[in-house]
């Protein structure tokens, strides 16, 4: 499938970084450096960014695109606010590149904290790009990297560089490599469409003409798990992102609902209702059942693992309503975690363990919520703005993507996990449901 190699080009193959340099010291680290923008009141920090230097004067057409880009990958981070450069008073092509030819205090007094400088030379079809993040108030270099690769390369060379500006200031990299998948609905029929963290690049994953639903990344990118009806009924079906290749996993009598893979294993927990009453099994890649993980009389779905695969919150409406509940495989131990309001749905663990996200009916409307997965701390991050579900974690735990009707028909959109930065990014027409956000891909 053609489309699928454009949705994951070979990133590392066609990068090199052959430069590092870091300011903060002879011995010093970028995790010596952390800033939490997860806190409601983070004030983000205001970045200048110029157009690039073009070295070869007849190659002026990545000049601004390059800068854009940047500036939009890191908005988009909700840890920078980008500075209109309308306002800059020098012309981009006089800036200089190192520390000793900034004039920081004129960037200082433009209002900015930090300054990217950026250069390219184009050679045929190959492109060098040298990248530079400044410390305005400091007056020194943080990082500095050149890549080459091809000239069609440079959005990923973009990307790359942004996620190592998050890790020089946060100690993590960002999610400019990742990648979101999702249910398309268009008339009658679901299919699972996968697009850039921005949502750009949408490619479809199923081609059908069915109904696909739930879609799952395995933990290391290169599968997506899903249910389908294209063979009578719900079973689910894998499907490798590499070659579009196509597997039934499991189709048994009944329903078979709801894959979540369990990290760092090719294991899954599923919802089968092989025996008539809907319940979490453990299955194996090749689709044989383990053993079950959660039975009960009621209605048992929406599995999702934690980090360490050790724990499990799933939906269960043994107490009348749906509710988030939480399993402890090794002791057994079942606990409810949710009280507030009588319909909460779609847990799913964030990746460091430490919150869990679901959809809870308040106020008429479905909103997005996290919790601490003992059941404290419950924090609302929509607000009634249309209806919000499906949450899903980026792999750095800065951000939910989920889907909403706030514009209209479901779209997925994206906030940071302090409830700020809201943004929409599909725009595809007909409607965009249950997302999932990919692991960083390629071995980033």
């Not at 990068?15 to 010596?32: R, Y």
Request: charged fraction near 20%; hydrophobic fraction near 35%.
């Amino acid at each position: 499938m053609k489309s699928l190699t454009r949705c994951f080009p070979r990133i590392t193959m066609a990068l090199l970084a052959i430069c590092l340099c870091c300011a903060w010291g002879a011995n010093a680290s970028a995790q010596d450096v952390y800033i939490d923008i997860t806190q409601p009141n983070f004030q983000r920090l205001p970045i200048a960014i110029p157009d690039f230097k073009y070295l070869t004067p007849t190659q002026t057409q990545l000049a601004n695109q390059t800068a854009l880009m940047l500036g939009n990958d890191l908005d988009y981070s909700g840890l920078f606010r980008p500075l209109d450069s309308r306002g800059f008073l020098q012309n981009p092509q006089e800036i200089g590149m190192t520390q000793n030819d900034i004039n920081f205090m004129e960037w200082r007094r433009f209002g900015a904290e930090f300054l990217v400088r950026g250069a390219y030379q184009i050679q045929g079809n190959s492109l060098k790009l040298e990248m530079r993040l400044f410390d305005v108030v400091a007056n020194r270099m943080i990082i500095g990297k050149v890549y080459e690769g091809q000239v069609q390369d440079w959005p990923a060379m973009i990307h790359r560089f942004a996620d190592e500006i998050l890790f020089a200031l946060t100690g993590e990299r960002g999610v400019f490599g990742t990648k979101i998948a999702f249910v398309q609905v268009q008339g009658k029929q679901k299919e699972i469409y996968v697009v850039d963290f921005d949502g750009s690049n949408p490619v479809p994953v199923t081609r059908d003409n069915s109904l696909a639903l739930s879609p799952s990344w395995s933990s290391d990118g290169t599968k997506l798990a899903y249910v389908s009806y294209k063979d009578k009924g719900p079973k689910i079906f894998i499907t490798n992102l590499a070659d579009g290749s196509q597997r039934l996993l499991i189709g048994s009598a009944g329903l078979n609902i709801s894959p979540a893979w369990r990290p760092n294993s090719q294991d899954l927990a599923v919802t089968l209702s092989k025996d008539g009453n809907p319940d979490i099994y453990l299955v194996s890649s090749s689709g044989a059942i383990m053993r079950p993980l959660v039975q009960s009389w009621a209605i048992n779905v929406s599995p999702s693992w934690s980090p360490d695969g050790s724990k499990l919150a799933y939906v269960s409406n043994e107490t009348g309503s749906p509710q988030i509940y939480v399993l402890d495989l090794g002791s057994g131990r079942q606990q409810r975690i949710t009280f507030s309001g009588d319909y909460n749905t779609s847990p799913r663990w964030s990746p460091k363990g430490d919150w869990i996200a679901y959809s809870g009916l308040a106020g008429g409307t479905h909103n997005i919520f996290i919790i601490r997965p003992d059941g404290s701390q419950v924090r609302q991050l929509t607000h009634g703005e249309g209806s919000n579900e499906s949450p899903t974690w980026s792999p750095d735990g800065r951000m939910l993507a989920f889907s909403s009707t706030r514009q209209g028909g479901p779209a997925i959109w994206v906030l940071l996990m302090n409830g700020g930065g809201m943004r929409r990014v599909t725009n595809l027409g007909g409607s965009q449901q249950m997302p999932d956000w990919s692991p960083r891909l390629g071995g980033r």
